[in-house]
């Protein structure tokens, strides 16, 4: 069996390693410091791995940070030409499209593999194998990582052969998901606000013209006030905004975002702890005019 390690424990990557321990994979998982999350993960058979060492020296790595500082803090130059040749990186985190390409041409110069693969879906989902991926990468990446791949998604999408297309497609569907939560927050409030039972508002909202899982897992969320624990929290949703926002100047294109940007700033700054969709409260809190 492959020397496999997971790098970046948070709610994401601690479901991704727990996934692959309980498919019968020996796991190392790489972290700053020993955290309730790696414990966790120690005690269900992981084998700890402190950040201080200089190099993984395991035949797959996948990791899951938090934004663009997190990965090149990282995986510096020397730590990626240490990964070795024929190693395959499989990156699960969201990060800009320039930045996903720079690590492509970084390690196709040190002899090892980049794949992009930013995920889709809640820990929960990637816990019970139901989450998506995004891929993109050379043919061989996409052999060498497909089998890991498939033991935590249940579709994987290839969307093309540079890394930062994977990146782009995930920047889009998470500017649709902020866009219909902001929605959701705003309909609710609305209907709250008129005396409407905002329970019997999403069975209609979902039994008619949204029938998805996202809008019948957040609004339930936000009918019940559920923000905790927080999957996501406003400050990863304001990082992945501004990630669409770059995307799109890059592209010569222009996104509605101030509103939303606003929303986000504040609950990031009053709600940190909650899970992203909280924003909503912005929306209920507001003094009727």
Request: proline share 3%; charged share 20%.
């Amino acid at each position: 069996m492959a020397a496999l390690g997971v790098v970046g424990i948070g709610s994401v990557g601690q479901a991704i390693a727990a996934r692959l321990l309980a498919r019968g994979h020996r796991v190392t998982i790489w972290s700053r410091r020993e955290t309730s999350r790696t414990r966790a993960l120690v005690d269900d058979g992981a084998i700890f791995s402190s950040a201080k060492a200089s190099a993984f020296g395991l035949d797959v790595v996948v990791s899951c940070l938090s934004d663009d500082s997190a990965v090149c803090s990282v995986f510096t130059p020397d730590r990626i030409a240490g990964i070795g040749r024929g190693a395959v990186h499989i990156n699960m985190s969201t990060i800009s499209v320039a930045l996903a390409d720079e690590l492509e041409a970084m390690h196709v110069a040190a002899g090892s593999l980049y794949l992009a693969a930013p995920v889709l879906g809640r820990p929960e989902a990637i816990l019970s194998g139901d989450a998506q991926v995004v891929v993109a990468g050379t043919i061989a990446a996409i052999d060498a990582g497909r089998p890991i791949l498939d033991e935590l998604a249940r579709s994987v999408w290839i969307v093309g052969d540079r890394g930062g297309r994977a990146s782009l497609v995930k920047i889009a569907v998470n500017f649709n998901l902020l866009r219909a939560v902001q929605t959701l927050g705003a309909s609710i409030a609305l209907v709250e606000r008129g005396g409407v039972d905002a329970s019997e508002f999403i069975d209609i909202l979902t039994a008619s013209a949204y029938t998805g899982t996202v809008h019948q897992g957040y609004g339930s969320r936000i009918v019940q006030r559920r923000y905790k624990p927080a999957g996501f929290t406003p400050s990863n949703a304001l990082k992945d905004l501004d990630l669409a926002i770059d995307a799109s100047n890059a592209l010569g294109l222009e996104m509605p975002h101030d509103d939303l940007r606003d929303v986000l700033l504040s609950s990031a700054t009053q709600r940190p702890d909650l899970d992203w969709s909280a924003l909503a409260e912005a929306y209920r809190t507001h003094p009727p005019k």
